[in-house]
């Protein structure tokens, strides 16, 4: 008795353009703060495979300027989308200029948000200063000037992923 290979299913893996770009620009391994740039990777990992994300890409760099011992270390900004909502993402875990919020976020939809934001950002805080790395196409006003396209900033990953299954939820 043989094994019934119809009955096998191959799970498939996709590479994005996010997993490309990781592996040509891993840290170099005498930075203190590399364990910290790949934390950043496996967050945005577990985020993009939890909201069945698509189009995974870095849109652009930043520097980190990490705590003593004082390094400079390049991050990826990464941009998705998750159920037609496309966000932009960046992790700032250094001499962080909007502490205690360490991510930034942008947002651009379709349609206005009309729901509530359960205060995870200041709708009327303005952080494109600070917005190096996402570019032109994804550094936007605040929320309280346009409910589409907005670049807010939240404390954690958990703030994150709050804010990705509120917008995108009610974008279905």
């Known amino acids: 008795m043989g094994l019934d290979l119809s009955a096998v ?5 996709r590479i994005s353009d996010f997993d490309i770009w990781v592996g040509g620009h891993n840290p170099a391994s005498h930075l203190e703060y590399g364990e910290a740039w790949w934390q950043y990777v496996e967050i945005i990992r577990r985020l993009t495979h939890k ?3 698509t189009d995974i890409r870095v849109v652009g760099t930043y520097i980190v300027q990490t705590p003593p011992p004082e390094e400079e270390l390049p991050m990826p900004a990464v941009a998705f989308v998750v159920n037609g909502v496309a966000f932009a993402a960046k992790w700032d875990f250094g001499r962080c200029p909007r502490w205690p919020h360490e991510w930034l976020v942008s947002v651009q939809r379709r349609d206005p948000y009309l729901g509530p934001t359960l205060r995870l950002f200041d709708e009327r ?3 494109r200063d600070v917005a190096d790395g ?5 550094t936007f006003p605040p929320f309280a000037e346009d409910r589409r396209r ?3 900033a939240v404390d954690d990953e958990l703030d994150v992923a709050t804010l990705i299954r509120m917008l995108s ?3 279905v």
Do not use: E, I, M, R
């Open 150 to 152: 907005f670049t807010c």
């Open 134 to 138: 996402f570019g032109p196409d994804f």
């Open 125 to 127: 805080t303005d952080v």
């Open 9 to 13: 299913t191959k799970k498939v893996t």
């Open 51 to 53: 909201f069945h994300a």
């Open 169 to 171: 939820l009610s974008a």
